[in-house]
């Protein structure tokens, strides 16, 4: 299955500040998707980053506040704009595969704390 | 709008128990995936079930997807300790994930 590096694992951020997120992966990749998962919670779907044009948002999330870029079938990156407390979660990559079945693998997941 | 329920929310079993987690969707889904998530882990793939009535083995994990692609189980025979973790259910409809809360299980040895 793939391998995802993402960056990074975690931080911390002043309010009113950015912070892009990075996934690389080590093969290419039609898909290419961002959660958010609150401790002890379950995942929320923010967008799917499709390569060469926009991504697709969620309901409840919009481009200003979480622009995502997908320059090739290898890399994606997220942004979390004008942070408040509020986005403070694990933002998690993730990729779908096909290799006869589909599969799909998580990075290891970015940790904002937002102060 | 859709969604996916999740039951239970948590299960504590003795080690060599079964275990048992069910996820029920509002609308027909096209697939439902599992996941598995150790505690400060991240989330990795089990198994995708597409067909209706499907079931699936990996071990002494058995997946089954209902004839109405509404409903689907993960079966845990005799637990190990190494079962710790949370189980989602992740539902694909209209080429969208919904996933369940969750059921976290804990073993005792």
């Known amino acids: 299955s793939a391998v995802i590096s993402q960056k990074p694992s975690r931080d911390i951020c002043q309010r009113g500040t950015s912070l892009t997120i990075q996934c690389q992966v080590d093969?290419?990749?039609?898909?290419m998707f961002w959660y958010r998962q609150q401790p002890g919670q379950s995942l929320t779907l923010i967008a799917t980053?499709?390569?060469?044009?926009?991504?697709?948002?969620e309901s409840g999330f919009v481009i200003d506040k979480f622009p995502i870029s997908r320059p090739n079938l290898t890399f994606s990156t997220l942004t979390v704009s004008n942070m408040s407390p509020e986005d403070s979660s694990i933002y998690l990559c993730s990729v779908e595969e096909w290799n006869g079945t589909y599969g799909y693998t998580f990075g290891s997941g970015t940790r904002l704390t937002v102060v | 709008g859709q969604q996916v329920m999740q039951i239970p929310q948590y299960q504590h079993v003795q080690e060599g128990e079964d275990f048992t987690t069910y996820c029920n969707s509002s609308t027909t889904l096209s697939n439902i995936q599992w996941y598995k998530q150790r505690p400060g882990g991240h989330p990795v793939f089990l198994i995708q079930l597409v067909k209706s009535g499907e079931v699936k083995k990996q071990k002494r994990l058995t997946f089954q997807f209902g004839e109405a692609k509404k409903n689907s189980s993960l079966h845990i025979t005799a637990t190990q300790t190494t079962d710790v973790g949370t189980y989602f259910c992740a539902g694909r409809a209209l080429n969208k994930f919904y996933f369940g809360s969750g059921t976290k299980l804990n073993v005792k040895p």
């Open positions: 980053a499709n390569q060469g044009s926009e991504a697709t948002y």
């Open positions: 093969s290419q990749v039609t898909m």
